[in-house]
């Protein structure tokens, strides 16, 4: 992993990150007997890589003392893969999968949060740009090489807004209530 962040203070604070990941592991699984006495391996991920590049910004104009305005933008691409030995028969692997795709997500917000006295409100809008593409599945045979899946998804995208309405009130030293109201969404995983 790898990352840089610059901040900038003063009546107009600003961030700015960039960072970037690149991974490979390994992972097995296995099932047990009924007396739990003996293991026997299910599937063995033998190659796993990914790699991510990501960003944000935020920058944070004066609007009063009692006001915060946050304004911002955020992003991340992401490319990954998992090869798989897998429908194990007798402690060996009849199976070889390879899947992969990458996605990209980007939005941009803006929050505003008003503070008078013990009570605190605060609004988010939200809109990301969402994309997923190149997904595929294969598996072949290991004893023979057939092809039994060959499957190409087709590339998906849209746009998705997003709103966040919150109230908090200080009722007493180390005391407060808070509560929120929001649209949320995810991703699905590679």
Do not use: C, M
Not at 100 to 106: C, H, Q, W
């Amino acid at each position: 992993d790898v990352s840089v962040r610059l901040v900038g203070s003063g009546d107009w604070a600003w961030s700015a990150l960039v960072y970037g990941q690149r991974r490979r592991f390994e992972a097995s699984a296995a099932s047990t007997d009924r007396a739990r006495t003996t293991a026997t391996r299910t599937s063995l991920q033998y190659h796993v890589p990914g790699r991510t590049l990501g960003w944000s910004a935020e920058l944070r104009p004066p609007v009063g003392k009692s006001l915060e305005l946050r304004i911002g933008t955020d992003g991340r691409a992401a490319r990954g893969r998992s090869e798989e030995l897998g429908s194990y028969v007798a402690g060996l692997a009849t199976r070889d999968r390879k899947s992969g795709g990458a996605s990209l997500t980007a939005g941009a917000f803006t929050e505003l949060t008003a503070t008078r006295g013990a009570l605190t409100l605060s609004g988010t809008a939200r809109i990301d740009r969402w994309e997923i593409r190149n997904g595929s599945l294969r598996e072949t045979l290991l004893a023979t090489g057939q092809v039994t899946i060959d499957q190409s998804y087709p590339s998906r995208s849209g746009w998705l807004p997003t709103a966040r309405a919150a109230a908090g009130v200080k009722l007493a030293p180390g005391l407060a209530l808070r509560t929120a109201a929001y649209l949320g969404w995810r991703l699905p995983t590679l």
